[in-house]
C-alpha cells in the first residue's frame, strides 16, 4: 500500500514538473512571439491540448 502512494506521488511530480516547465517556456518567449502565438488562439489550444495529453501519459 505504501509502494503505491510512492508511485502515485512521483507520478503527481512528474505531472506538475511538465506543467511547470511548459509555463517556464510560455514566459521566457519573445514578445514577437507571444504576439504571434495571441493572434493564433488555436496554436495555443493544440500546445495546452498536448501538455495535458503528456500529464495524462503520465498518470494512466
Same mark, same amino acid.
Do not use: H
Given at each position: 500500500?505504501?509502494?503505491?502512494? /510512492? ?5 503527481? %511530480?512528474?505531472? &506538475?514538473? $511538465?506543467?511547470? @516547465?511548459? &509555463?517556464? !517556456? %510560455?514566459?521566457?518567449? =519573445?514578445?514577437? !512571439? ?6 493564433? =488562439?488555436? &496554436?495555443?489550444? $493544440?500546445?495546452?491540448?498536448? $501538455?495535458?495529453? @503528456? @500529464?495524462?501519459? $503520465? /498518470? &494512466?
Amino acid at each position: 500500500m505504501l509502494e503505491e502512494l /510512492f508511485v502515485e506521488l512521483k507520478n503527481l %511530480l512528474w505531472g &506538475i514538473g $511538465i506543467i511547470s @516547465v511548459a &509555463i517556464l !517556456i %510560455l514566459l521566457t518567449l =519573445p514578445k514577437k !512571439i507571444s504576439y504571434k502565438l495571441g493572434e493564433y =488562439p488555436l &496554436i495555443l489550444i $493544440i500546445m495546452f491540448s498536448l $501538455i495535458v495529453l @503528456v @500529464v495524462l501519459k $503520465i /498518470f &494512466i
